[in-house]
């Protein structure tokens, strides 16, 4: 059982930057890949980036490659995104999530535990 608590979000202008951090309970973190998605008012939860569990391989959707960075400490049970250059359409509830072994790391499907969301709101 793994249970995820995210913060860091918040309002900031276009072109700002914010750092979300996703906390995690339960020894076996550090044996799950994990992922933020995002879903905006009206949409579908999207992908947005996911980490393996010992960091050595990252993935992220394109409408945020280049931008925003995903990285974890699991001596700290946390994962973190590094979001820069933030634009309106960015605007979302940003979820962290783990996902299952073996999953497909762009499906929402494939994540087994949740947590409740952080709001980022991107002004222009």
């Known amino acids: 059982q793994v249970q995820l608590v995210e913060s860091g979000g918040g309002v900031v202008q276009a072109g700002g930057s914010l750092r979300l951090s996703c906390a995690a309970s339960g020894r076996t973190f550090r044996t799950y890949a994990m992922g933020w998605f995002r879903q905006a008012p009206g949409k579908e939860r999207e992908f947005v980036a996911t980490?393996?569990?010992?960091?050595?391989?990252?993935y992220y959707a394109d409408s945020v490659k280049g931008r925003f960075t995903i990285s974890r400490d699991n001596a700290k049970n946390t994962v973190y995104l590094q979001m820069n250059s933030l634009k309106p359409e960015d605007t979302a509830v940003y979820y962290c999530?783990?996902?299952?072994?073996?999953?497909?790391?762009?499906?929402?499907?494939?994540?087994?535990?949740w947590g409740q969301g952080t709001q980022v709101t991107v002004s222009s």
């Open positions: 980490i393996r569990w010992r960091g050595d391989s990252t």
């Open positions: 999530a783990a996902m299952d072994p073996n999953g497909s790391y762009r499906s929402s499907s494939s994540y087994r535990y």
